[in-house]
T-cell receptor, first 114, second 112 residues
């Protein structure tokens, strides 16, 4: 069973730039969620994708956007980067949208905005 | 709006003893609760879960207890092992909501 994989592992960007983070879901999982984890805090829900459509969104501005592809892999795009966007970005896949389906996380992408 | 709280940022226990990690929540709509473990440079790993129809769930050395009236969740690890040293996150959501809320984490150190 292949787990959730994310790329790249680390990234340094300049304020105002755009970034794309990638995620391959665990085999058999059709739902992908993205989380932002700031230092010393728990993960915060950005959004979820199911059947290639956004299926719920947390308290993040529209410059955070995403895609899900037919093979269930996903991208997170962040435009007009701000210093506060520096965080660990976690992708998680699950076998369902909600219910009693635990999230299975990748190792994350550490984004630093300077 | 922190709906899930872990009030102890750290906990240190001796190998072989019990570790008890605590979590409180405020949203009465939550009905699915989970614990995750996180090692440095890795993503959170799912450990154990419990739905609101139960008050206890066991999996080997790990037991999760749910007290709905107190809106309190705890994770017991018995016996604790040095390899259990990690950050533990409590998480919760309602059954039909995909927004899973996490606590800030408790760093557990198990001393040999």
């Amino acid at each position: 069973e292949t787990g959730v994989t994310q790329s790249p592992t680390h990234l340094i960007k300049t304020r105002g730039q755009q970034v794309t983070l990638r995620c391959s879901s665990q085999s058999g999982h059709n739902t992908v969620s993205w989380y932002q984890q700031a230092l010393g805090q728990g993960p915060q829900f950005i959004f979820q994708y199911y059947r290639e459509e956004e299926n719920g969104r947390g308290n993040f501005p529209p410059r955070f956007s995403g895609l899900q592809f037919p093979n269930y892999s996903s991208e997170l795009n962040v435009n007009a980067l701000e210093l506060d966007d520096s965080a660990l970005y976690l992708c998680a896949s699950s076998a369902g949208q909600a219910g009693n389906s635990p999230l299975h996380f990748g190792n994350g992408t550490r984004l630093t905005v300077t | 709006d922190q709906q899930v709280k872990q009030n102890s940022p750290s906990l240190s226990v001796q190998e072989g003893r019990i570790s008890i990690l605590n979590c409180d929540y405020t949203n009465s709509m939550f009905d699915y609760f989970l614990w995750y473990k996180k090692y440095p440079a890795e993503g959170p790993t799912f450990l154990i879960s419990i739905s609101s129809i139960k008050d206890k769930n066991e999996d080997g050395r790990f037991t999760v207890f749910l007290n709905k009236s107190a809106k309190h969740l705890s994770l017991h690890i018995v016996p604790s092992q040095p390899g259990d040293s990690a950050v533990y996150f409590c998480a919760a959501r309602s059954y039909n909501n995909n927004d899973m809320r996490f606590g800030a984490g408790t760093r557990l150190t198990v001393k040999p």
